[in-house]
């Protein structure tokens, strides 16, 4: 229970400094090798402390992934607010990609993809972390119908599904970089879609 | 090239046949284990032959799934012709969420995601694999296109991919099962973009 009060108001004290640079290692280590090759040490190594230090908090690699995934899932993250619904889909867009093309995000697909079906906490968490990627930008929409850009039918969760969708896509099939001409050229079918009214809640 | 002949042939003499059921095997055993366990005695016990007869042809594990990929990738499959695009690709979706929901595409994606990225010849047969996936409807939707269902300018390979993308995003956010309701709204909404002459060659 200390750990969430820790993380809820940053302290700024040993120990919350050293559970962020565990997690965060836990990203970085992840990206680096991938889940396969995940490795209490190497985390470890990577934050700066002593194997033990991990192992007393979480027991496992699982552990270490579950706790990094759900802390990542409650962070409060800045949206775009650019004014328009299509400037802010791009931003929103470019976000995305550098998670995608080298980020933890093409990690943690492929975790879904392979041993995160095998273990359902885990693979609650690696939803959750794709479903905040997406929700934290519903506001961002609702401000879009306010603005009189988006019919009032609009689906917020519809739309960003809608527009995510070709951007994971690129990169499962060829594993190609995703660019600025996909990123507006997937906005464009998204918005069309939903002023077609084909994303209405 | 002697393979060569006899896949494209068919004549079903003993070594053509023994070759399709190893390949069969390689899918099948990535399927059932995934590319991290996938080995060379397993797939030769699934086709029923000795090991000793997958190592004289295929020395790898990667050269076995090349070889599979590759084989697959030059296959003329059936496409649906249902008689209006809609239905169509309601079928090919059908088709491709039995691929994604428990099958060899699925596993394919995976591999994209973590080891294909380090060997450029299985990068590049893995790609072939969802091209080929792809690029087999262009006829369907051609056939949209004289039959006026379509613009004339649309393009059949954006449009299948902004169709396909949305199943492939739910396969690697969620892994839930790529569902009818799903295929439908992919259908409605890359159908209104290509409409709109947003899918324009």
Redo the contacts between chains.
């Keep these: 229970m200390n750990q969430q009060v820790n993380r809820g108001v940053r302290t700024g004290g040993r120990s919350a400094r050293v559970r962020e640079a565990i997690l965060t290692a836990t990203f970085d280590e992840l990206v680096a090798t991938?889940y396969?090759a995940l490795s209490m040490e190497a985390v470890a190594s990577r934050a700066g402390v002593h194997k033990t230090t991990v192992y007393r908090r979480w027991p496992t690699v699982d552990d270490l992934l579950l706790d990094a995934l759900t802390t990542w899932s409650q962070e409060a993250l800045p949206v775009p607010d650019t004014g328009s619904i299509d400037t802010d889909l791009v931003a929103l867009g470019r976000e995305l990609a550098d998670a995608l093309n080298d980020g933890v995000g093409?990690?943690i697909?492929?975790f879904?993809?392979?041993s995160?079906?095998r273990s359902s906490r885990l693979?609650e968490a690696t939803?959750r972390y794709?479903?905040h990627q997406a929700l934290r930008a519903v506001p961002t929409v609702r401000q879009a119908v306010d603005r009189g850009e988006l019919p009032e039918t609009c689906d917020a969760n519809a739309l960003l599904?809608?527009f995510?969708?070709?951007l994971?896509?690129r990169?499962?099939?060829?594993?190609d970089p995703i660019d600025d001409a996909l990123i507006t050229?997937a906005v464009?079918?998204a918005l069309?879609?939903a002023r077609?009214g084909?994303?209405s809640g």
Tied chains: 1, 2.
């Design positions: 991938g396969a093409r990690q697909a492929a879904v993809l392979t995160g079906l693979s939803r794709f479903d599904t809608t995510r969708a070709p994971f896509y990169m499962v099939t060829t594993g050229h464009d079918v069309n879609a077609a084909l994303l």
